[in-house]
């Protein structure tokens, strides 16, 4: 019996493929926002909404995710080639 082998080269690169119906972009790198922005972006809203304790993961997640899509945004009009 034999058996049909991948070699690990041939993962990697099938990994790296896009999704069905995603465009590949190759000048489009993954963006992960620096903890620390992250953390502040949290911490007003946090102020913002009356300092009640109990939120920290409902903060962090909503700051993690606006800093993504204003990342996105950025990109989408070329400011982030900007110095």
Same mark, same amino acid.
């Given at each position: 019996m /034999?058996?049909?082998r991948?070699s !690990?080269? !041939?993962n !990697?690169?099938?990994?790296? &493929?896009?999704?069905r #119906?995603e /465009?590949?972009?190759? #000048?489009k =790198?993954?963006?992960?926002? *620096?903890? @620390?922005?992250?953390?502040?972006? $949290?911490?007003? $809203?946090?102020?913002?909404?009356? *300092?009640?304790? #109990?939120? @920290?993961?409902?903060?962090? &997640? $909503?700051?993690?995710?606006? &800093?993504? $899509? @204003?990342?996105?945004l =950025?990109r989408a009009?070329?400011?982030?080639?900007? =110095?």
């Amino acid at each position: 019996m /034999k058996h049909n082998r991948i070699s !690990q080269a !041939q993962n !990697q690169s099938e990994a790296s &493929l896009p999704v069905r #119906g995603e /465009k590949a972009d190759p #000048g489009k =790198t993954d963006f992960a926002p *620096s903890p @620390e922005a992250v953390a502040r972006k $949290a911490y007003f $809203a946090y102020v913002n909404e009356g *300092s009640r304790p #109990g939120h @920290e993961v409902q903060h962090w &997640l $909503a700051a993690e995710a606006d &800093l993504i $899509a @204003e990342r996105n945004l =950025t990109r989408a009009h070329g400011f982030h080639n900007q =110095t």
